[in-house]
């Protein structure tokens, strides 16, 4: 469904990411790893075209990304951002009606995610860190996009949720960017698990092949599993 081709981003005479060779395949859940600032959210952001590659080339179904209008873009994307992105002033039924276009009503989409009807008149500030993540969770699915990115989108949220999250996630249909830090959650979610450090891809593969990676973060990765 997307296809990067040596794809590298510079700020100033730093280099974000380089040598980015990378299929996201459709149906399938791509799982993003690395330490923080290993580049995660600036590869979603070439994506979403918020930010333009340096150079190489970024394809959406065949098609080149700088082809592509960025609304239409963007539509196709349901996009959770690390900082998610709500919008201050509108409630929690504002944010999710505004985008919504899938057969299930407001109320059924925020009740799947756990969050409670009572909770769709609030404003964010009003909301917990984990509410308001099950929020944008929900206005990224209200569109039915093909494409989900999500930008650690678990992060605040206690455990218990947090699997039952990740069960939804296993059972929808849909192409998935998932960017997590948790290695076992990058277990269960991912076909495919990317492993990015310092801007470069160190390991790309089926979960089980990760073990045989000779990198050292990755090694440390893996150990943080047995510990
Ligand atoms: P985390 O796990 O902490 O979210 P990440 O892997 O998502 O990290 P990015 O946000 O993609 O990392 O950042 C990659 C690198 O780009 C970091 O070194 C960061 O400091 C740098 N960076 C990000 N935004 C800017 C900016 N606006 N100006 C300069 N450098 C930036
Ligand atoms: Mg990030």
């Known amino acids: 469904m997307i296809l990067l081709n040596q794809v590298a981003f510079n700020r100033g005479t730093a280099s974000i990411l380089a040598g980015i060779t990378l299929e996201v395949p459709p149906n399938q859940r791509t799982v993003l790893l690395g330490r923080s600032g290993s580049g995660k959210s600036t590869l979603l952001r070439l994506i979403n075209r918020l930010l333009q590659t340096s150079s190489g080339s970024i394809t959406f179904n065949q098609k080149p990304l700088a082809e592509i209008d960025p609304l239409t873009l963007r539509r196709s994307i349901g996009f959770v951002s690390q900082n998610l992105g709500l919008f201050p002033h509108w409630t929690a039924r504002q944010q999710i009606t505004r985008f919504h276009h899938h057969k299930d009503s407001v109320e059924s989409l925020a009740a799947s995610i756990g969050l409670d009807s009572t909770l769709l008149d609030r404003y964010p500030h009003q909301l917990s860190g984990g509410q308001q993540q099950r929020v944008a969770i929900a206005r990224a699915l209200a569109s039915n996009p093909p494409l989900l990115m999500l930008d650690e989108p678990f992060s605040a949220l206690d455990p218990i949720l947090r699997r039952e999250m990740q069960d939804l996630i296993l059972a ?35 979960p089980h092949e990760l073990q045989s990676s000779n990198d050292t973060e990755v090694q440390a990765y893996l150990r943080t599993l047995n510990q």
Do not use: C, Q, W, Y
């Open 172 to 206: 929808l249909d849909k192409t998935i960017i998932f960017v997590t830090h948790d290695l076992r959650e990058a277990m269960r979610l991912g076909h495919k698990l990317v492993f990015l450090r310092d801007g470069k891809i160190v390991f790309s593969g089926p």
